[in-house]
C-alpha cells in the first residue's frame, strides 16, 4: 500500500535558520502530495500542495517541489521563525474518496 | 471558505458506552473523510463518505465504527461500545472542492475522545 516516511524529529533550530524536512514516498499511481501543519493544540492546517511531477507547492515562505525520480517532497524554509514551531505532516492522496496517507509528522522547534 | 465544524470539541466516556461525533460541513460538498490521531502519533484515515454513502475505509474502521449523515447536514461518526484504545482526537475533513475529490482536504478542529 501507499506509504510516506519523513525525518524524525524533533528538529531544533535557531531562528533565522534554513530548513530542509525530508519526506519520501511509495504509491502506486500518480498522486497528489501536500504537507501539513499542526499547531500546539490545534487542528491540520493545510500549508502547500502540488499535484504533479516537477509542480512547486509554496505558502509562507516553505515550498516542496515534486520530484517524481526520487519520490520525494522535501519542505524548505530559507529562514525560519519562532512562530513556525509546529509539527509537520507529509501525505499524498491518490484523489476522489482516497484517505490521505499520513507520515509520522516532524516536530520542529524555532529557538529565538 | 470556511472549514467543517465539529461538536463537541471535548467527549469523555466510559469503557463500552457508545459515543457519536458529529461534523457539520458545507451542504453541497460531496466527499467527507474521518480521521483519529492518538496523542503524540500520525495522523490515520478512518473512512470516507461520498454522496452519503461509504466509499473507503481503512483496516481500522471495523464493525465498532459507522458513518452516517442522517439529516443531509451533520455528518456523524459513531463508536458502539468504545475501548480504552479508541482515546483520541478525532477530524473531520471535506475535500477542497464541492463536487470533487481532489485529495486537498481542510480539516475540522477536532473531537478529543477520552475513554475511562
Known sequence: ?112 | EPEVTQTPSHQVTQMGQEVILRCVPISNHLYFYWYRQILGQKVEFLVSFYNNEISEKSEIFDDQFSVERPDGSNFTLKIRSTKLEDSAMYFCARDFRPGQGTGEQYFGPGTRLTVT
Open chain 1, 1 to 112: 500500500g501507499d506509504s510516506v516516511t519523513q525525518m524524525e524529529g524533533p528538529v531544533t533550530l535557531s531562528e533565522e535558520a534554513f530548513l530542509t524536512i525530508n519526506c519520501t514516498y511509495t504509491a502506486t499511481g500518480y498522486p497528489s502530495l501536500f504537507w501539513y501543519v499542526q499547531y500546539p493544540g490545534e487542528g491540520l492546517q493545510l500549508l502547500l500542495k502540488a499535484t504533479k511531477a516537477d509542480d512547486k507547492g509554496s505558502n509562507k515562505g516553505f515550498e516542496a517541489t515534486y520530484r517524481k525520480e526520487t519520490t520525494s517532497f522535501h519542505l524548505e524554509k530559507g529562514s525560519v521563525q519562532v512562530s513556525d514551531s509546529a509539527v509537520y505532516f507529509c501525505a499524498l492522496s491518490g484523489g476522489g474518496a482516497d484517505g490521505l496517507t499520513f507520515g509520522k509528522g516532524t516536530h520542529l522547534i524555532i529557538q529565538p
